[in-house]
């Protein structure tokens, strides 16, 4: 398919340590992906160039070899070498080492935290309905039971969570 328009944007992403290109034309939502290929032209060039569908949604693959600078576009300088920087001032490749380091520090250890609280409420639930659970007799109060059940969960909850292998926090 012959595409044809304004370039509003080229970018590069880091998958797994190999460079990926690709870039978006002014009204149009689509990535153009180059692949390995870094384009020779720069944000605001007037382009045409074939294009097949993509095997992301939303995404054309482009072979470089087909783009054609149009009349009136800008020539291309060095200044296209560097990633562009998105509207805030971050590029694709450091938004997304960004967004692994917050997954591996942020986002694991409350994902896993969450499920040792799960377990720990399903196992003090489970001792609780089979009359196992220790400190709670049938003559306790229910501010009684509230307490020794809510420590119990605190137990459980800080056993479990140290027993999982969730190194992730330790840079291990």
């Known amino acids: 398919?012959?595409?044809?328009?304004?370039?509003k944007d080229?970018?590069?992403?880091?998958?797994?340590?190999?460079l990926l290109y690709s870039f978006t034309l002014e009204n149009d939502r689509t990535y153009y992906?180059?692949?390995r290929d870094q384009p020779t032209f720069q944000q605001g060039a007037n382009i045409s160039f074939d294009a097949t569908m993509g095997k992301k949604p939303g995404s054309q693959d482009v072979k470089l070899h087909t783009v054609q600078m149009l009349e009136g576009a800008p020539s291309?300088?060095?200044a296209q070498v560097a990633p562009q920087a998105t509207?805030?001032?971050?590029?694709?490749?450091?938004?997304f080492n960004e967004k692994d380091r917050y997954d591996k520090e942020v986002r694991q250890p409350a994902i896993e935290f969450q499920a040792a609280r799960n377990a720990a409420i399903s196992m003090v639930s489970?001792?609780?309905?089979n009359?196992?659970?220790?400190?709670?007799?049938k003559t306790a109060t229910p501010a009684k039971r509230a307490e020794v059940i809510e420590a119990a969960v605190a137990h459980y909850t800080e056993q479990f969570f140290?027993?999982?292998?969730?190194k992730t926090t330790g840079g291990e």
């Open 1 to 7: 398919m012959q595409v044809q328009g304004t370039v």
């Open 10 to 18: 080229v970018s590069s992403f880091d998958f797994q340590g190999t």
């Open 33 to 35: 992906r180059t692949g």
């Open 76 to 78: 291309p300088s060095v």
């Open 87 to 95: 509207a805030q001032g971050m590029s694709r490749n450091d938004y």
């Open 126 to 129: 489970a001792l609780v309905a």
């Open 131 to 137: 009359e196992s659970m220790p400190g709670i007799t």
């Open 162 to 166: 140290e027993d999982l292998p969730h």
